[in-house]
C-alpha cells in the first residue's frame, strides 16, 4: 500500500478524542482512502461524513467536518476507535486481526467511567466489544437498535455509517439520528448521576 500511496499514514490508527469519554464509537477498520490515509479514524472516507455531522450535532464535535488530522476537529465526551488498527485485505478483517487487536479494544473500554455508552457500528465492532468484555457472544445479539448492559457499561448497536448501507438505505440519517437521541439520552443520564 505504501508503495502506491506514499504519502498515506499505512500504520496502525489510534483512537481519537476525549481519553476518558462518555462516549466511546467503535467502527470496524481504518478505511483504504480513509483512516489508513489520513491516520484518524473516520477521517477522510464516506462514512466519516455522516458520523462527524452527526457528532457536531449532539454536541459532541467542535465542527461537521473531519478533513485530516491537522484539521483542528476536537471531541467533547467522545472517543472513536476501530475493532481493527491496521486497514484489512479487502475491506474485510479476519478472525486473527480481530483478536490480535482486541487488546487495544480492552484498553480502550478499561478507560471508560461507569455508567459510558459504547456506540458498535456494525456486527464485527459489536462482537469485538463483547469479546473484550469477556462476555458470552450468544448472549448478547447484534441488531440495529439494540441495546445491551455489560457490566457496568451500556452497549448500543447501529449498523455501520458505510456508503453502501447509507445508499441502500438499510441506515437511513434518521435512524443514525434516532440512535444518537438514544446516546445523547444516557449520556446525559450518567453524567446527572
Do not use: W
Not at 441495546?147 to 441502500?168: I, K
Amino acid at each position: 500500500m505504501r508503495a502506491h500511496h506514499p504519502d498515506y499514514h499505512c500504520a496502525p490508527v489510534a483512537p481519537f478524542g476525549d481519553p476518558r469519554p462518555q462516549l466511546l464509537i467503535v467502527g470496524l477498520a481504518p478505511g483504504k482512502h480513509g483512516a489508513n490515509a489520513s491516520g484518524r479514524p473516520f477521517t477522510g472516507d464516506f462514512a466519516g461524513i455522516l458520523l462527524y455531522r452527526t457528532l457536531y450535532d449532539f454536541g459532541f464535535s467542535s465542527a461537521p467536518e473531519s478533513h485530516s488530522v491537522d484539521d483542528g476537529l476536537t471531541l467533547r465526551g467522545c472517543r472513536v476507535t476501530n475493532a481493527v488498527k491496521c486497514l484489512p485485505p479487502e475491506n474485510r478483517p479476519t478472525g486473527e486481526e480481530i483478536r490480535t487487536c482486541n487488546s487495544y479494544l480492552r484498553a480502550d473500554l478499561d478507560q471508560l467511567p461507569g455508567g459510558a455508552v459504547v456506540l458498535a457500528l456494525g456486527a464485527v465492532a459489536h462482537s469485538a466489544v463483547v469479546r473484550a468484555l469477556g462476555e458470552p457472544q450468544r448472549a448478547r445479539r447484534f441488531a440495529h437498535g439494540a441495546e445491551h448492559t455489560l457490566a457496568d457499561l451500556t452497549l448500543l448497536d447501529c449498523y455501520h455509517c458505510s456508503r453502501y448501507n447509507t445508499q441502500t438505505r438499510r441506515l437511513t440519517a434518521a435512524m443514525f439520528t434516532a440512535v444518537f437521541e438514544r446516546v445523547r439520552a444516557l449520556v446525559t443520564r450518567s453524567s446527572d448521576d
